[in-house]
């Protein structure tokens, strides 16, 4: 089983830049595909980004499309977000999420199997 830890969410101001890490233990991340949701208060969990396993595939939600890159480094066990030109509807916790397959990527909350604490992000207007 996988573990995944969030970090790097904090306060910044509107058209500021944030990164956003999620490392894994437990097992090898080389072999689950990845993804980041977020969920702002009074909200449903929505999805903002996916990679494949291999790093081929990547796609994105259209509210963030342009602005947000998703990025991994398998070697360290590690999967990033980084999110420029942030707006305060970015704002919300920040969750990673795992799913062991070989191939392919998944774009919604029921298709991940392993799910980080959170981090938050706040963006000021």
């Known amino acids: 089983q996988v573990q995944l830890v969030e970090s790097g969410g904090g306060l910044v101001q509107a058209g500021g830049s944030l990164r956003l890490s999620c490392t894994a233990s437990?097992?090898?991340?080389?072999?689950?595909?990845m993804g980041w949701f977020r969920q702002a208060p009074g909200k449903e969990r929505e999805f903002v980004a996916a990679i494949a396993s291999s790093a081929i595939s990547t796609y994105y939600a259209d509210s963030v499309k342009g602005r947000f890159t998703i990025f991994r480094d398998n070697a360290m066990n590690t999967v990033y977000l980084h999110m420029n030109s942030l707006k305060p509807e970015d704002t919300g916790v920040y969750y990673c999420?795992?799913?062991?397959?070989?191939?392919?990527?998944?774009?919604?909350?029921?298709?991940?199997?392993?799910w980080g604490q959170g981090t938050q992000v706040t963006v000021s207007s």
């Open positions: 437990g097992r090898t991340l080389s072999r689950y595909a």
């Open positions: 999420a795992g799913k062991d397959i070989p191939y392919g990527l998944r774009s919604t909350v029921s298709g991940y199997d392993y």
